[in-house]
């Protein structure tokens, strides 16, 4: 587990103090509660955002004159709700393995009946092969027109079995080909975290936004985009240029609420609120969020130097009839705008 998302949602940094402080170990506990409920297995949304919710409130209990006794029920709620959400998700999870199996099974026995069919199919123009090598034969015309016709009510059967069971193997075979392709989809999805600052990635973002979309909501999205990290990286090589963008993540994280942030691409960060968080909220907050500036020291050629970053903030709100595609060519202008 990557140490640097577990801080991106702490109340603030711990003070300077032994390793047995009370402060800094109940703050340690905080980043730990809200680190398990950032890298759960997101198995259903609502029930993933319930989680981290819950975990976040016990996290935020905890305080300063909190006691023993505090703690431990803070440690107990925490692990019985990562208990009964573990077991609901593995439920979850081996369905879709069945399902998975399942849709695999059909595939494998439409594939057997294709195969199955052709080699019927070859038997049957064998058997009217002989047949017409009889009929050419005989000298009577009756006769001959009996094995003919005999031959083409073949082909015409013989046609028309292969055009609908093909037709009805191969729809239900389509429709576990888009099935299995949403899944892979998903994974792919659940696969894009940003290894830099442990946020979900782009094609999590993406999906967020189609999903919200397709459900027919109206929402708001935030595009941070952070000032000089070219110049950062250029100057001061790119393990400084990371380690500000992980401090960029923590300051932003700090400041949104009823948001999800996500890291979009190079200096950019993107916050898709909830639907329940009306435009003038989330406006307000994603302004809040954005005017602050990151005050960072870098030593240099034995110098400590203070970086100052800022951040650019474009607010738009979502509705179900913008097409995604169009989105995000919207959002990619406007990263390539504010790095020119």
Known sequence: MDIIS???????????GPSGDPIALIEQLQMLIRGIALHSIDSQ???????RHNMAEIADSLHRESSPDDLLAAISKTLRLTEGYNRHAEAIFK????ELRG?????TETLQFIVGSSETSVKQLALMETQLQRANSLEDLRQLKTYVGACLSLVRRESHRLQTETRERLVALNKDVERLSVRLKAASVEESQDPVTGLPGRAAAEQAIEDKMAAGKTFATALF??????????????PVGDEIVMSCAHLLAKKLSGATLYRWTGPGFLAIFDPSVNFAEAESRA?????QQLEKNIDADNRVLLMLVG???????ISAALPPDELYRRLDGIMVAGQA
Do not use: H, W, Y
């Open 311 to 317: 951040f650019s903030c474009n607010i738009q709100q």
């Open 95 to 98: 369905g879709e393995v069945e």
């Open 103 to 107: 849709m695999l099974a059909t595939m």
């Open 287 to 291: 302004r809040k969020a954005g005017a």
């Open 225 to 238: 985009v952070m000032d000089r990290l070219r110049s950062i990286n250029e100057k001061f090589g790119q």
């Open 6 to 16: 577990l801080e991106l949602n702490r109340s603030g940094a711990p003070e300077e």
């Open 45 to 51: 949304t609502e029930e993933f955002a319930d989680l």
